[in-house]
């Protein structure tokens, strides 16, 4: 039973433009939240993270938002660079959980378009 | 920066050798832990470790072991390699469970079993 859901396998976006990648969670115990993006043959390189005490954080061309109560995050990247063009990972985690597992999604794939 | 390094980028082995993948941070990292990613499925927790001789088994440890000895160096074990152990290997460190930190990864080991 997957915890982390990244529905769409695959997103094209025209260079310039907003990317919107989502994320679906069902632990409501999560309470810290990070994106991943991944080159091929390159280890994933953390991104963006947020905690669940904040709806919004952002770095740069980069933010994520956070609705706990549709439990869904989302990554903003504005505007969009072909170099974005990448595996995105969302991943979650629950710090009062001595496991303290990561738990990832199966990664969105990210096409930027000249 | 943190450096987590793997041993190998690639690797050919045959089915039935025991094989050794290796991977060492240089951070002081408390928390270790290896993933592997497959098309389709993300990136699936083997085994972690918080800390030197400790070891905890992730969502799919079948056919892997590992080995802490100290804090930098952490090991994985395929017993008897078998074909369906063809995959891409993620190393990753954390500083610890206490905060809400990201993995860091390593670039990865692109196994085959032949």
């Known amino acids: 039973d997957q915890q982390v859901k990244q529905n769409s396998p695959s997103l094209s976006v025209q260079e310039g433009r907003i990317s919107i990648l989502n994320c679906d969670y069902t632990?409501?115990?999560?309470?810290?939240f990070l994106w991943y993006k991944k080159y091929p043959a390159e280890g994933p390189t953390f991104l963006i993270s947020?905690?669940?005490?904040?709806d919004k954080n952002e770095d740069g061309r980069f933010t994520v938002f956070l609705n706990k109560s549709a439990k869904h995050l989302s990554l903003h990247i504005v505007p969009s660079q072909p170099g974005d063009s990448a595996v995105y990972f969302c991943a979650a985690s629950d710090l009062l959980n001595r496991d303290d597992k990561i738990i990832f999604g199966k990664g969105t794939r990210l096409h930027i378009l000249p | 920066d943190v450096k987590v390094t793997q041993s190998s980028r690639y690797l050919v082995k045959r089915t039935g050798e025991k094989v050794f993948l290796e991977c060492v941070q240089d951070?002081?990292?408390?928390?270790m832990f290896w993933y592997r990613q497959d098309p389709g499925l993300g990136l699936r927790l083997i085994y972690f470790?918080?800390?030197?001789?400790?070891?905890e088994k992730g969502d799919i440890p079948e056919g892997y072991s590992v080995s802490r000895e100290k804090k930098e160096r952490f090991s994985l074990i395929l017993e008897s390699a078998s074909t369906n152990q063809t995959s891409m290997y993620l190393c990753?460190?954390?500083?610890?469970?206490?905060?809400?930190?990201?993995?860091?990864f390593g670039d990865g080991t692109r196994l085959s079993i032949l």
């Open positions: 947020i905690s669940s005490i904040k």
């Open positions: 990753a460190s954390r500083i610890s469970t206490v905060v809400n930190q990201p993995q860091h």
């Open positions: 632990n409501s115990m999560f309470d810290y």
């Open positions: 951070m002081d990292h408390e928390n």
């Open positions: 470790s918080y800390d030197v001789k400790m070891k």
